[in-house]
């Protein structure tokens, strides 16, 4: 059964030479509480000839779905732009900076305000990397299941694990510079969750803030940081306890790399301004009753395996340090053992297995922590499927060339396989794609993810199919293709 449908399409592909952008930025930050640095909506206004295309970014959690920001908005911020715009891109970076209340108005002058000032610019378009400030959060065991890593929830055991997933180091970069050749707008695409400022230092853009601060101080440009597929990149060194967590140093990393990439960059013969935008459908999960019921016997199974013990923590933790420490003699000194050593050898077999039993009940605990997380949003997302009214959900694909630079979205937390996939079939170096754009529908992780016999966020906080992959894959592709004129 063929899942995709075509429900709207809208083209543009002018072939003129001269390219006008305006550009203008709003502090969006909800100050009612503690503030660790700004929020930001920035806009950024193409023209070529009768064509107009509008790139909205804004540091918050979603366009949609989850956060302050209602799923109205991408419709009501098109409606109030009326004839302005052709089309509106708005890409979320993700980070779960809280925004003010009265987001759209501000977004809506943003815009009017960028439109009221083009100026002619020179195009350039290329790519960077950046590989230091980024790691897979999903680990392969050695049972061939899958778990994550994240806040809610310990890590396995070191020995279990086998593998850890790809991350994506590339960073598509979009240059505009002004006639006189000084920098105007930098567009900056890169794929990690921005979630390394902890909610207790306050409000924060976390390390895209910082990396578009860097850029913007060093340039003079308006920096905007579009969020690739980062639905399983994780920060490095996310869970780490030695140390307070700090987006800082990422983003600064992360903005020297931009810079480093976009000052080898010539303006480029160039000024190609295409957009697209379809709506298209993928198949609503199918698999949550199954899944919901494994999860259910796992629990129960877990449950059962927990063991009696003597002990608690208290007498556990140096029981533990003294079989650790002194293997040969834990319970009493040397010579204790050189005389009558039956009483104390049956003493340290019993403890032995009472710390044995105590680890074994502590790692069941973290298994069944992880497990009763991700239940929760299988039950979750199986009651939102129970109330939609059909099999699929309409999901915006759309597609923006900017010169060299080509861009192709989608509104789920794609994860980095999925991108990596589509731009080796596009087979262009300046070719990106963007999750978290004009709307949300939580988690899209690959076919693989999806049929995961474990349990990690990716393929439990889901409304979608496996199936959806391969939907999305090819159409990315066909769009990519035709932005490149092919």
């Known amino acids: 059964m063929k899942w995709f449908l075509f429900a709207s399409l809208v083209f543009a592909w002018p072939l003129h030479a001269e390219i006008l952008a305006g550009i203008a930025k709003v502090d969006i930050t909800d100050r009612t509480g503690p503030v660790n640095d700004p929020c930001f909506a920035k806009a950024l206004v193409l023209k070529s000839g009768e064509t107009t295309a509008v790139l909205i970014t804004v540091d918050a959690v979603a366009i949609g779905g989850i956060g302050r920001i209602g799923n109205g908005f991408l419709a009501n911020v098109r409606k109030e732009l009326g004839d302005l715009a052709d089309e509106v891109i708005i890409n979320a970076s993700h980070c779960h900076g809280i925004v003010r209340t ?28 950046e590989s230091r400030i980024s ?21 396995p055991r070191d020995e279990d694990v086998a593998s850890i997933g790809p991350i994506d180091p590339q960073v598509g970069l979009l240059r505009l510079d002004r006639a006189d050749g000084t920098p105007f707008a930098v567009v900056y695409h890169f794929a990690c ?8 230092k306050g409000n924060s853009a976390d390390y895209p803030g910082f990396a578009s601060k860097v850029i913007e101080e060093a340039t003079g440009a308006m920096a905007f940081f579009v969020q690739g597929c980062g639905g399983d990149i994780n920060p490095v060194h996310y869970k780490e306890v030695s140390r307070p967590a700090n987006a800082e140093p990422l983003g600064a990393m992360l903005g020297a790399s931009v810079l480093a990439a976009i000052r080898r960059f010539e303006p480029q013969n ?19 009753e199954k899944r919901i019921s494994n999860a259910e016997s796992e629990q129960k199974a877990l449950l059962a395996a927990l063991r009696p013990t003597n002990i608690n923590f208290k007498t556990f933790l140096p029981l533990l340090m003294q079989h650790k420490l002194w293997p040969e003699t834990p319970s009493h000194y040397a010579q204790g053992y050189l005389q009558d050593s ?6 340290d077999a019993d403890n032995k297995a009472l710390v044995e039993a105590y680890l074994g009940n502590i790692a069941i605990m973290e298994k069944l922590t992880r497990l009763n997380t991700n239940l929760a949003l299988l039950k979750r997302h199986l009651a939102e499927t129970r109330a939609a009214d059909k099999a699929t959900l ?3 694909v759309c597609g923006l060339r900017v010169g060299g630079f080509k861009l192709v979205t989608f509104p789920g937390e794609i994860t980095a396989q999925v991108g990596l996939n589509i731009k080796k079939a596009a087979q262009d170096a300046n070719a990106h794609v963007s999750g978290y754009t004009n709307g949300y529908i939580y988690y899209t992780a690959t076919e693989t993810q999806r049929r995961n016999t474990g349990y990690a966020q990716e393929d439990c906080d889901v409304l979608v199919a ?4 391969a939907i999305f894959e090819t159409k990315a592709v066909e769009v990519l293709k035709r932005l490149s004129g092919l």
């Open 102 to 129: 009265d987001l759209q108005q501000l977004v809506v002058q943003a815009v009017k305000d960028a439109a009221k000032n083009l100026v002619p610019v020179k195009v350039s378009a290329g790519v960077g990397s």
């Open 394 to 396: 309409d999901v915006e």
């Open 193 to 200: 969750h921005p979630i390394m400022n902890p909610p207790s």
């Open 342 to 347: 039956k009483p104390l050898q049956q003493l």
């Open 135 to 155: 790691e897979n959060r999903r680990m392969t065991l050695k049972d061939g299941t899958q778990v994550d890593m994240r806040r809610a929830y310990s890590m």
């Open 270 to 288: 160039d000024a190609t301004l295409k957009i697209s935008r379809e709506v298209i459908a993928v198949p609503r999960a199918a698999d949550f």
């Open 466 to 469: 496996p199936e959806w992959q």
